[in-house]
């Protein structure tokens, strides 16, 4: 059997960024890499096309962790600890100089993930590729290391390591371990309760063939809500659908709500939620007013693009060719309420881009967020997607791998 000082499930950011850690911070250790598929981080090889988005400028931790649908409150001191100064000093220190964009994303100035993943992999870790883990036990000192029993719900007593198997059939054996990967059978054999795992962060499809033949048509500032939800932010209509920060924020806090409506629900797009209805049915009135002989398809009072205020007015049952001046305050009322709650259905989800993002994991109250230490099992330690912990695009799911992986590996060294 081979034995190592530490294992760590999962050649991903947080595993990976772990081991290099553990390189510095106590290169006396052997630490063995297992990672399933066939290449290391491949998750950040296509983080942000290709580019790396691997975190966020924040002025305030509090502020910041409102990114996170699930873990924000648990990361607030994690983040004092290490978080996105620090990670971007890390990374500078180590070769990759940075640049950070308007809108607040951080990138290699490179533009290119390859300085990321070259930074990461400098350590000289010992990583095992096509490694998938099948079962893990709890070694007892008493009986020589062999493997007795799967872990239970209690706390162990004792110090004796861990017994993992591979799906080849080779056992290994540590004295620590951590799981930085999601999915697996083996991680329900851990003792931990696991929330299900279900998408987030992603695109919704709709049948409403009139709404996506306006593709490519940004409106920056919507409200669109769901049974028991709502978001705001900008919105794109796509040929399939609709995308956008309003959308990917909607998607990522209703992650389980959506799930469990099997994707298919009404959405409500309030297309200019800095008004109430009454107020667009006043300015629609004033317009009538203002301009009687202008046709009510072909201006738009309320600043929509022409081909969204066309659709809107043929909901509202309005002839499009007729004047304003001859509108009736009826109709009027009617585009108002497509204005402020355009009923839209959703029939699916899309992935966003290349972001492959699921809420769910390991129970946040059973780990320890000062070390990322099992509270149900000494020596058992977590980082990275295995946690349920999610986040929206822009860099704050890297953000939560790098700081996860980083105390796991600092408490690590120091026991």
């Known amino acids: 059997m081979i034995s190592s000082d530490v294992i760590i499930i999962g050649g991903g950011a947080a595993g990976i960024f772990a081991a290099a850690v553990l390189a510095e911070e106590a290169p ?4 063995l890499v297992l990672e399933k598929g066939a290449k290391p981080l491949a998750k950040v090889r296509v983080s942000g096309g290709g580019r790396c988005n691997l975190t966020h400028e924040c002025s305030d931790i509090r502020t910041f962790v409102q990114n996170y649908p699930r873990g924000g409150a648990e990361l607030i001191g994690p983040f004092h600890r290490f978080g996105p100064a620090e990670t971007i000093e890390w990374f500078e220190a180590h070769g990759v100089p940075l640049v950070t964009l308007d809108d607040g994303c951080v990138f290699p100035q490179s533009d290119t993930s390859e300085d990321v993943i070259n930074a990461l992999l400098k350590s000289g870790a010992d990583i095992r590729t096509n490694s998938e883990v099948c079962r893990i036990l709890r070694l007892l000192p008493r009986d020589n290391g062999a493997p007795l029993a799967s ?26 371990l951590l799981v930085a990967t999601g999915g697996g059978a083996f991680i329900e054999g851990l003792g931990h309760a696991i929330e299900p795992c279900v998408p987030s962060l992603f695109t919704f499809k709709t049948s409403d063939k009139d709404f996506t033949a306006l ?40 992650a389980r709500t959506l799930a469990e409506t099997k994707y298919r629900f009404d959405m409500k797009i309030n297309w200019l939620p800095a008004q109430s209805e009454e107020q667009v049915f006043q300015t629609l ?9 202008k046709l009510v398809g072909t201006w738009s009072p309320v600043g929509l693009s022409s081909r969204l205020w066309k659709l ?22 009617h585009i108002a309420a497509q204005v402020s709650g355009f009923v839209l259905p959703i029939t699916g989800k899309n992935p966003h881009r290349e972001e492959f993002v699921t ?4 129970r946040l109250k059973e780990v320890n967020f000062q070390s990322m230490e099992s509270r149900l099992c000494p020596g058992l330690y977590f980082a990275g997607e295995v946690l349920d912990i ?22 690590m060294a120091a026991d």
């Open 215 to 254: 593709a490519g048509i940004v409106v920056e500032d919507v409200r669109v809500s769901a049974p028991g939800l709502k978001a705001e932010g900008a919105l794109l209509i796509t040929h399939g659908g609709v995308s956008g920060p309003a959308v990917l924020r909607l998607s990522s806090f209703g």
């Open 28 to 31: 006396e250790l052997k630490v």
């Open 151 to 176: 872990l239970g719900s209690k706390v162990w007593k004792f110090e004796g390591g861990f017994n993992v198997k591979l799906a080849n059939g080779e056992q290994l054996a540590c004295k620590k």
């Open 359 to 362: 809420c769910g994991g390991i």
């Open 312 to 333: 809107l007015v043929a909901r509202a049952g309005v002839d499009g060719t007729r004047e304003w001046g001859a509108c009736p305050v009826k109709a009027l009322r």
């Open 390 to 411: 999610d986040a929206l695009t822009g860099g704050f799911n890297l953000q939560a791998a790098w700081t996860t992986g980083y105390l796991a590996a600092k408490a």
């Open 285 to 293: 009135e004033k317009f009538r007013a203002a301009s009687p002989r």
